[in-house]
């Protein structure tokens, strides 16, 4: 996780996938149950999708890729604080600790600039 957030801030472009992605994968391989593979998963995945459709305004897809600079990470870290994700995370056992952290200002996260406020 280190790593993929270092690189992040570095400026790498990202892609949007189906299924776990880099962050989760090594975590896939490593636990029995993976939460990822649950069958509630796909779903809020793809709520989460049309949702930052619908908060950018532009259409996304599987195999879509762009860097995640510091404007739309502020953007979307923003719109979670403010509730505009629920939808999509609703049933997921993280829920409380994605809000303590976006409650807390994204504080001690690995993906941000220095000096950043959200
Ligand atoms: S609650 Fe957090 S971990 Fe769960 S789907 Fe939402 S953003 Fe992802």
């Known amino acids: ?5 270092g690189r992040l801030v570095a400026g790498a472009t990202v892609e949007i996938v189906e299924g776990p992605d880099d962050i989760c994968e090594p975590l896939c ?8 593979h649950e069958t ?15 908060l950018l305004g532009r259409r996304l ?13 502020t953007r979307l870290r923003a719109a979670y604080r403010d509730g ?3 939808q999509a995370c609703t049933l997921c056992e993280w ?3 994605c809000r303590e952290i976006a409650a807390g200002g994204y504080q001690d996260t690995l993906f941000r600039s220095s000096g950043e406020d959200i």
Do not use: K, Y
């Open 61 to 73: 897809a599987h195999g879509d890729r762009f860097v995640f600079d510091d404007q739309l990470r």
């Open 1 to 5: 996780m280190t790593a993929t957030a």
């Open 84 to 86: 505009a994700f629920e």
């Open 95 to 97: 829920q409380s600790l």
């Open 29 to 36: 391989r490593s636990e029995q149950n993976p939460h990822c």
């Open 40 to 54: 509630t998963v796909p779903e809020r995945d793809r709520r989460a999708l049309s949702l930052v459709t619908s």
